[in-house]
């Protein structure tokens, strides 16, 4: 990441609050281990996805997983599986589109799009979105809040993409380090992950922390229980764009 990219995503880290740019969980909310956030991105993977599960499962993790919208539609019974094995499904859009080349109109298509999807098959409109990349325009990201979305970005890369071998899971588990409060990106479409976290569990590095929701490090939301409680008054609020 560029130093200037990096300032600008440092200031905007700290003028904004959790509920609407989420990066890193609050210190003060530390408990008797470190807390840290796992999130899976770019899933669900008709293998991957049931592997990063078992592993989850095996170490007794929690997890959100930010699903692309129309993988969720091919594969509906995995959404199904994370939510029936306790963990958050949240929003990665609908197709991945690359951010230069989404205008703020068609990235709020795709958000629409998915969260219409993930509503119908979990019953809840997620609340967590996070862009292709990490990457936002300013229109962009108005529009996700003024939808009450919560733009949730992470603190810990540790690149499991570039996980081909055993090898390569026993280096990169090894240089990945966390702290209180740090979101984990990880992804789910690709074999690494799952390798990830059982090299990490043999390691010991999962008795040493405790793994949160994402909602652990935000306020409750408005919105979430409108969805929850609603009767017949309806509708979810619809993502607005801002061109
Ligand atoms: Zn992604």
């Not at 990063?52 to 692309?68: G, K, P, S």
């Not at 229109?139 to 090898?167: C, F, H, N, Q």
């Not at 990106?185 to 976290?197: F, T």
């Amino acid at each position: 990441m560029g130093l200037l990219r990096q300032l600008v995503k440092s200031a905007t880290t700290a003028c904004l609050p959790a509920e609407r740019w989420l990066v890193r969980g609050r210190s003060s909310q530390a408990g008797p281990l470190p807390a840290i956030s796992l999130t899976f991105d770019d899933g669900p993977h008709p293998e991957h996805t049931p592997n990063v599960l078992a592993e989850l499962e095996r170490w007794n993790l929690t997890a959100t997983f930010f699903v692309i919208g129309q993988h969720a539609a091919t594969h509906p019974q995995l959404i199904e599986q994370i939510v029936q094995a306790g963990h958050t499904v949240a929003n990665h859009t609908w197709t991945h589109s690359e951010p230069c080349r989404t205008s703020a109109v068609a990235f709020a298509e795709e958000v629409t799009q998915t969260s219409a999807l993930l509503e119908k098959l979990t019953g809840m409109k997620p609340r967590f979105m996070r862009p292709p990349k990490g990457e936002l325009s300013l229109a962009k990201a108005m529009g996700l809040w003024g939808a009450g979305y919560t733009v949730a970005l992470w603190s810990v890369d540790p690149r499991d993409y570039r996980i081909e071998s055993d090898d390569d899971a026993c280096s990169v588990s090894e240089q990945a380090a966390w702290n209180h409060g740090d979101i984990v990106l990880l992804h789910d479409n690709r074999p690494g992950a799952a390798q990830l976290l059982r090299v990490w569990g043999a390691a010991g590095r999962w008795s040493q922390c405790r793994t949160v929701p994402l909602t652990t490090w935000v306020k409750p939301s408005a919105l979430q229980h409108a969805v929850t409680t609603r009767g017949s008054a309806g509708a979810s609020p619809s993502l607005q764009s801002v061109s």
